[in-house]
């Protein structure tokens, strides 16, 4: 079945620090992955997707088929990043989600 | 914001009541979606519609109905028989032809049974 893990439940760092969101995925096909982004108190909107290579807020992804991940990375964390991040894998017509990683970015 | 809109923000039902969620977009988009979001699962597809008059079951479809009668509008119903009804709903949008199909999302409702 296909399926989207995110394995941390919450992840807290401190500015200007790295931060790595893991993602892992299983699809019997080539992949189309999405990372999904919820402020406080905001919609839930897209961050990126791989399919486009783009670098958005200072966030990358890269699509891992060996190892099947879709880790999101950013070399120096702010506190505005601070937020609910989702992974997607694109089935068809539908999305499938990770549970989902929430991000605290300490002062 | 904009684009998607979602009402009531928040709604209260009693035990054994249906309730209807409403989802209205004014995208122009085919496809249109409703999420149930709870805590430490992430979203989950209840019922997704890519066209007029055509809609299909998600993960979780069991206890609730949708209808999908006009383009811009694909509303929700939450029936007695769903075991566990209190949650964040989300109805998102996306086109249906193009290389990037973005889902785009509305604000949402909570739900709370009484």
């Known amino acids: 079945a296909q399926r989207v893990t995110q394995p941390e439940k919450l992840l807290s760092v401190f500015k200007g620090a790295p931060v790595e969101l893991k993602c892992n995925y299983s699809y019997s096909g080539s992949p189309e992955l999405f990372w999904y982004v919820q402020y406080s108190r905001q919609r839930l909107q897209l961050l990126l997707r791989h399919i486009s290579r783009e670098s958005i807020k200072g966030f990358t992804a890269d699509l891992n088929k060996g190892e099947t991940s879709f880790h999101l990375k950013k070399p120096f964390a702010q506190e505005e990043d601070s937020a609910m991040y989702y992974c997607a894998l694109r089935q068809g017509g539908k999305l499938i989600f990770g549970q989902g990683t929430e991000l605290s970015v300490k002062p | 914001d904009g684009g998607i809109t979602q009402s009531p923000k928040y709604l209260f039902r009693k035990e054994g009541q249906n309730v209807t969620l409403s989802c209205e977009q004014n995208?122009?988009?085919?496809?249109m979606y409703w999420y149930r979001q709870d805590p430490g699962q992430g979203l989950r597809l209840i019922y997704y519609s890519q066209i007029v008059n055509d809609f299909q079951k998600g993960d979780i479809a069991e206890g609730y109905s949708v209808s999908r009668e006009k383009k811009e509008s694909f509303p929700l119903t939450v029936t007695s028989a769903q075991k566990n009804p209190t949650a964040f709903y989300l109805c998102a949008s996306s086109p249906t032809s193009g290389r990037y199909n973005e889902q785009f999302f509305g604000p949402g409702t909570r739900l709370t049974v009484l």
């Open positions: 995208l122009n988009h085919d496809a």
